[in-house]
């Protein structure tokens, strides 16, 4: 190992572990497979963004790693947390590491609030449920601290949810979940519902979580503007997989991926030359296209995307994609039929076979 200067965090090695993850629910049409073999980590105090389309896997994956999923649905592969085995732990030994140390931060605050609660009686019962005999003096000096880091008066302490705005909300939700103080946690859209100077707010607060909790984040949203501003590195997800991630600078300046190049390319053009959107929609996830899940949209496609499911390949520095293309400009080397365009007739017939 060559040595070079870093922060003790990088030491600690990653908070959580994925490989080959699969999340599939059970339909009378087949298994959904909403997470089809996924292989990330998340370091400690890191930031990580993930973004694809609607119906990509986002939320499935979200909660695959917390444990949160409906009845049947069903996970397989590994998954490590602080050295634990998710996968194999009793659902009570699951039960009791959410909150704790695994939290979820949900979309719609008002839903998840008892309106007949006052805010303070929200953390006592929050605190008291994962740490029995808490003192109230505790949970007193707890609840403010986190509340203070949210932007949120002490004077509201003992207010009831109706009398914040949805903004306030929000970080009162944000609050709940961290206050805790759990090492992961994942945000699930968690600022589509604000308007944007909240947004802005939130994201600062999100940016300032790993300074005062080392907390490690996956922030899930369309938005990649956030994902700019608020994270390390980002994943891109399409069709149940990872398909490209890496520090979210170079993903942004140098996608390798055709689909995170679209995806870029359909959102800044949301903004300037009208609306721009990806041609066609996500695949249906009982029956995925063959090869590569992306070919029967991607306008590099070759003949090989149709037949060879691309690998997943480090193009240096841990910016990780799955692309023929990106192999064929990083130098390997493909027959000239495999590298051949793919025809129009040739993916409609790729795609009844
Ligand atoms: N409870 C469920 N039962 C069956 N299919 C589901 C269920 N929840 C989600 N799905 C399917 O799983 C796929 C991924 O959904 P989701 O994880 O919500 O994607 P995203 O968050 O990226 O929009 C979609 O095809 C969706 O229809
Ligand atoms: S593998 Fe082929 S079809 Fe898939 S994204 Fe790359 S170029 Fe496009
Ligand atoms: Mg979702």
Known sequence: MTVVEHSAHEDDGPVLEARDLRVWY??????VRAV?????????????GLVGES???????GRGLIGLLPDGSARDGELEFQGLDLLHLSAREQRDLRGTDLAMIFQEPLTRLNPL??????????LRTHEKGISKDEVRRRSLEVLRVMGIPPTRYRAYPHEFSGGMRQRLMIALALVLRPAFVVADEPTTALDVLVEAQIIRILHDLR????????????????IAEACDRVAVMYAGEIVEIGDATAVFSHPKHPYTRELLR???????TGLNYIDGAPPDLVEPPSGCHFHPRCPDAMRICAERDP????????????CWAADLSDGLSLSEDERAPLEREEIAVADEA
């Open 36 to 48: 089809d073999g996924v292989s990330f980590q998340i370091r400690r105090g890191e930031i990580l």
């Open 211 to 226: 300074r005062e909790y080392d907390t490690s984040l996956l922030l899930i949203t369309h938005n990649l503007g956030i």
């Open 26 to 31: 059970a339909t009378d049409r087949g298994p």
């Open 266 to 272: 359909s959102t800044i053009s949301l903004s300037t």
């Open 117 to 126: 609660m006052r805010i303070s009686e929200h953390f006592e019962e929050t």
């Open 55 to 61: 119906g990509c896997g986002k939320s499935t994956l």
């Open 311 to 322: 690998v997943d390949r480090d193009h240096g520095d841990g910016h990780r994609a799955a």
